[in-house]
């Protein structure tokens, strides 16, 4: 056991003594885009998480009580509506004047002009039908759809997280491909020595293990660097986009990733680099023999 530890403690040395700044850079950077790409959705992910993906239709009153508790009836009992919330106008009018800049105008009216309203959060398939029906009821004012809105904002999430995906997988294959190239390029710079190596006894399995400790090593200190790459830019950014939200009554910033994520950015980075260093010595380690 103790001879087995001594043999990856002196692989893990000689990877460390062949790790090139620059693949750590160029492995950094690929990195750096799709993991600030996630860091950057998922911190407007608490800015989304206030509207709703949901279609919606307002209902917008003007009608006696009895003619209110119709309307009530009516939704709650609709096969194509899941959830239905009513809006007193005090209310309305309360939520309204917490909008930055609308508590002055809003204390100019001198009355509530906001009528009570329903909003009825529906399937999408159904939504339109729902909402011409509920037009033509007795006591309804006007009736506003958002299910266009909604499509288009859940399409462009959709669309946002397939690219970063896309974005992933080509750097990552990038990724394995340099270290690769790296890992071909030091075997074959050490060819005589595996092939002294090899005529002593040496086993594929031991001299390949400084490549495979490499190729690791390689992928978790690019991991380490375009973690830090993000932070810097997401540092740089809040220095611009603090003042910016302030102005419109918000705290938003852009935060790093949670301690899991930065832990699974690492270890993705680490099982690339080992990849790449795992098909570059089966390519070629195995090819050379001594003569």
Known sequence: MNAWLRQHRQAF????????FLNILVIGVALALPVGGYALLES???VAGRLTLEPQIS????AKRADRDAI???LKSDS???RVRFVPREQALKELSGVQGMSELVAALGRNPLPDAFVVTAREDGIDALAAELAKLPGVAHVQSDSVWARRLAGLARVGRLGLWLLAGLLGSALVAVTFNTIRLQILTQRQE???SKLLGATDAFIGRPFYYAGLLQGLTGGVLALGIVALSLGLLNREVGPLAQSYGSDFRFS???AADALAVLAFAGL?????AHLSVQRHLRTIEPS
Not at 13 to 20: E, F, I, K, T, V
Not at 59 to 62: N, P
């Open 256 to 258: 790093f990733l949670p």
């Open 272 to 276: 690339l680099g080992w990849a790449g």
């Open 59 to 62: 209902v917008f009153l003007d």
């Open 44 to 46: 407007l992910r608490a």
């Open 80 to 82: 194509r509506v899941s």
């Open 13 to 20: 040395a000689r990877a460390l003594g062949r790790l090139g």
């Open 72 to 74: 009530s009836g009516k």
């Open 194 to 196: 595996i092939e002294v």
